[in-house]
C-alpha cells in the first residue's frame, strides 16, 4: 500500500498530474472498508507534497462526467514509458485511472530527484492518523517498559500459508483448509504448491517453533522481550513452544485493552498500521518471510539510521531444523555458531541495493531487483564523506 501511493506520487510528478488521493484495495483477503484518511494523515500528506505535486481529496465535479482512461501501468516502468505512453493519453482523456499500484515503477535507473521524492513521500509525507500514530506510541512505551526489545513479524497466518503452500507443522485438515481457500481465491496463481519443496527451497515462513530455535541460537536470552507483529496465528497452540522459551511474548492484544484497541479492531491495515510503528521502533526487528511489510519496515528502518533487521537465511536454516529433526544435530555452541556465522551481513548494514540478477530479461529481470522501499540506499540517504588530509 504505502510502495504504490508513493509511486503514484512520482508518476505524477513525471507527467505533470494532479494526483487525486487513492482509494485502496477493500475487496482483497482481508475485506477492510477504510479509506486512506482512516489510515493516513491526508491533510498532511497533501500539504508535506504541496512543492512537489499538486493533490486533491476528491475528483473536481467538473471532471466527474468527463472522457476518462483506465489504465493498468506498465510493471516497473521507467520514465520514458510515462512521459511518452501515458502523458500521450492527456491529448484524449481528462482523467486517468490507474488500474493497479504496485510495482508499476522502476526501482533503479531514474533521475535522482525522482527517487529522492519517492522517499519524501513515503518518509515524511505518509503519515498515519494521529489516532493510529497515539496508540502505536502506546504499544512501543509499554514494550520498552519490559526493556530492549525484538519485533517479530511472524507470517505463521492463515492467508500467508494458504498463498505460499506451506504445511511444516500442520495436520492433514488444516492443510487442506489452506488448499481449499487457495484455490478459491482467484488472484493467486499457483493452485497447485508441493509443500516440501517450497520449504526446502526457503520458499516458507518459519513455525513459532523454528523460530524459537532460530532465535535461541543466535543468542537471545530468555527473558528477551518479543513484540508479535502479525495477525492471529494459525492454530491455537502453535505459540506453546516460541513462548515456553520465550515467555515476555507480546501482542497489540497482550499490551493494549479491548477498548483501546476497539476503534481499530475490524481494519486489518489499521491493526497492521500499528504492528508497522512498533516494528520501526523496536531495538532488533526480525520478519519470518520477506513480504510487503517486511520490506517496507527493513526500507525504513534504514533511512532512520540501518536499525538492526535480521533477515533468516531460511534455506539454509531449514537443513539445519531438518538435522535436529532427525537427531544428527543438537542445539546447543556447535548449532549457534553455524547460525551466527549465516547471517553476520544479514542484520541491516549499510549497503547499496542490489539489481538484477545477471542472465535475465524482461520482468523477471526487473522483478529479481532488490524493490526501491526495501533497500533506499544511495538516492536517499546522504554519506558523510571524510575530509581530505594532507600528507605530513
Known amino acids: 500500500m504505502r510502495a504504490g501511493i508513493c509511486d503514484m506520487v512520482a508518476v505524477a510528478r513525471i507527467i505533470n498530474a494532479t494526483l487525486v488521493i487513492p482509494e485502496l484495495d477493500q475487496r482483497s483477503f482481508w475485506k477492510d472498508s477504510s479509506n486512506f484518511s482512516d489510515v493516513f494523515d491526508e491533510d498532511h500528506f497533501i500539504k508535506a507534497l504541496a512543492n512537489d505535486v499538486k493533490i486533491v481529496k ?8 468527463g472522457p476518462r482512461a483506465l489504465k493498468l501501468f506498465r510493471s516497473w516502468a521507467s520514465m520514458d514509458y510515462y512521459q511518452d505512453e501515458i502523458a500521450s493519453l492527456w491529448e484524449v482523456y481528462e482523467v486517468i485511472r490507474a488500474s493497479k499500484a504496485d510495482a508499476r515503477l522502476a526501482n533503479n535507473n531514474l533521475p535522482l530527484d525522482i527517487q529522492k521524492l519517492r522517499c519524501r513521500a513515503c518518509y515524511e509525507a505518509l503519515r498515519f492518523t494521529p489516532q493510529i500514530e497515539a496508540m502505536g506510541k502506546l ?43 487457495r484455490e478459491n481465491t482467484k488472484t493467486w ?39 508479535i507483529a502479525a495477525g492471529k496465528i494459525y492454530g491455537d497452540s502453535r505459540m506453546a513452544d516460541l513462548l515456553s522459551r520465550y515467555p515476555i511474548l507480546k501482542s ?45 519496515v527493513e ?21 539445519l531444523f531438518d538435522k535436529l529433526e532427525q537427531g544428527t544435530l543438537e542445539e546447543g555452541k556447535t548449532l549457534s555458531n553455524r547460525v551466527i556465522q549465516m547471517h553476520r551481513k544479514r542484520q541491516g548494514s549499510p549497503r547499496k541495493r542490489r539489481g538484477p540478477a545477471p542472465g535475465l530479461r524482461g ?30
Do not use: W
Not at 166 to 180: G, H, K, N, W
Not at 202 to 224: D, H, M
Not at 365 to 380: A, G, I, M, T, V
Open 252 to 296: 497489540k492484544e497482550a499490551l493494549a485493552s479491548v477498548e483501546e484497541l476497539e476503534p481499530f479492531t475490524n481494519h486489518a491495515s489499521q491493526m497492521a498500521a500499528l504492528d508497522y510503528i512498533v516494528s520501526v521502533e523496536s531495538d532488533v526487528f526480525i520478519p519470518t518471510y520477506p513480504g510487503h511489510m517486511a520490506a517496507a
Open 58 to 65: 476528491k475528483l473536481p465535479k467538473e471532471l466527474a462526467s
Open 189 to 227: 496463481r499457483n493452485k497447485e504448491i508441493n509443500s516440501i519443496e517450497q520449504r526446502s527451497g526457503g520458499y516458507c515462513p518459519l513455525t513459532p517453533r523454528e523460530t524459537g530455535i532460530f532465535l535461541s541460537a543466535l543468542g537471545y536470552p530468555p527473558n528477551t522481550p518479543i513484540y
Open 139 to 181: 504499544l512501543v512505551d509499554r514494550m520498552r517498559s519490559f526493556g530492549p526489545f525484538i519485533a517479530l513479524h511472524l507470517r505463521f497466518e492463515k492467508d500467508m500459508l494458504a498463498f505460499s503452500g506451506c504445511t511444516q507443522d500442520l495436520t492433514p485438515s488444516e492443510a487442506d483448509e489452506l488448499r481449499i481457500i
Open 299 to 319: 526500507g525504513h528502518r534504514r533511512f532512520l539510521g540501518h536499525r538492526k533487521t535480521i533477515n533468516p537465511d531460511r534455506k539454509a536454516l531449514v537443513s
Open 363 to 392: 520482468k523477471d529481470k526487473h522483478r529479481s531487483e532488490e524493490p526501491f522501499y526495501e533497500n533506499p540506499l544511495p538516492d536517499c540517504l546522504c554519506r558523510k564523506e571524510l575530509p581530505m588530509q594532507r600528507a605530513r
